[in-house]
């Protein structure tokens, strides 16, 4: 099972999930890109372009999400504070807005954002053109650095120290997860909806 993560679909699925709005897994994206393109260098060309083809897939379900609910519902899932700065950057720098998010590391709430480009009803060719372009960047740029450093980077990635890390990010990742959802859940639910 752990192997099918560790393969071009893990790397499409584990873009998705992080793009998306119910899974809590930072920088595992990008560890998975840099471990796959360390073991298979001759296809490091690969595998940014299928996480990235993942990335937007996932944003695609949180921005339709974020369309469904519009500002109004926003509030309810994105905190206050947060909204009220991300509004402000998408109405100043609109493009710079959507190209930032989507090549900073976390903690920038990348959901958030995408929830709110699609609940402020921001061009859809626009975000995803942007989105698309600079997400194939940030992964362009690690699977180079990974196919320069490959063979160190492989010794540590493989490494019993390293294993704990991962082990620690999994558990970290269920309880975000799980976090997440109920924050979801809560958001959206309402009393005598069925």
């Given at each position: 099972?752990?192997?099918?993560?560790?393969?071009?679909?893990?790397?499409?699925?584990?873009?998705?999930?992080?793009?998306?709005?119910?899974?809590?897994?930072?920088?595992?994206?990008?560890?998975?890109?840099?471990?796959?393109?360390?073991?298979?260098?001759?296809?490091?060309?690969?595998?940014?372009?299928l996480t990235t083809a993942g990335s937007v897939a996932g944003a695609g379900l949180t921005y339709?999400?974020?369309?469904?609910?519009?500002?109004?519902?926003?509030?309810?899932?994105?905190?206050?504070?947060?909204?009220?700065?991300?509004?402000?950057?998408?109405?100043?720098?609109?493009?710079?807005?959507?190209?930032?998010?989507?090549?900073?590391?976390?903690?920038?709430?990348?959901?958030?954002?995408?929830?709110?480009?699609?609940?402020?009803?921001?061009?859809?060719?626009?975000?995803?053109?942007?989105?698309?372009?600079?997400?194939?960047?940030?992964?362009?740029?690690?699977?180079?650095?990974?196919?320069?450093?490959?063979?160190?980077?492989?010794?540590?990635?493989?490494?019993?120290?390293f294993r704990r890390v991962v082990i620690g990010f999994i558990v970290l990742a269920?309880?975000?997860?799980?976090?997440?959802?109920?924050?979801?859940?809560?958001?959206?639910?309402?009393?005598?909806?069925?």
């Amino acid at each position: 099972m752990f192997e099918f993560f560790l393969s071009w679909w893990g790397a499409v699925l584990l873009g998705a999930l992080d793009s998306s709005l119910f899974f809590f897994a930072p920088l595992a994206n990008d560890a998975l890109l840099i471990y796959l393109v360390a073991r298979h260098r001759e296809r490091f060309w690969v595998y940014p372009l299928l996480t990235t083809a993942g990335s937007v897939a996932g944003a695609g379900l949180t921005y339709w999400i974020g369309r469904k609910i519009g500002d109004a519902g926003l509030e309810k899932l994105v905190p206050l504070r947060r909204l009220e700065r991300l509004k402000t950057r998408l109405n100043k720098t609109a493009a710079v807005a959507i190209a930032l998010p989507a090549v900073l590391p976390p903690p920038f709430p990348l959901s958030a954002f995408v929830l709110t480009c699609g609940a402020l009803a921001v061009s859809t060719r626009r975000f995803f053109t942007v989105f698309a372009v600079m997400r194939a960047v940030r992964f362009g740029v690690e699977a180079l650095l990974a196919h320069r450093y490959g063979e160190q980077l492989l010794r540590v990635l493989q490494s019993a120290p390293f294993r704990r890390v991962v082990i620690g990010f999994i558990v970290l990742a269920t309880v975000g997860t799980v976090i997440s959802g109920t924050r979801v859940w809560r958001g959206t639910w309402r009393p005598g909806r069925q």
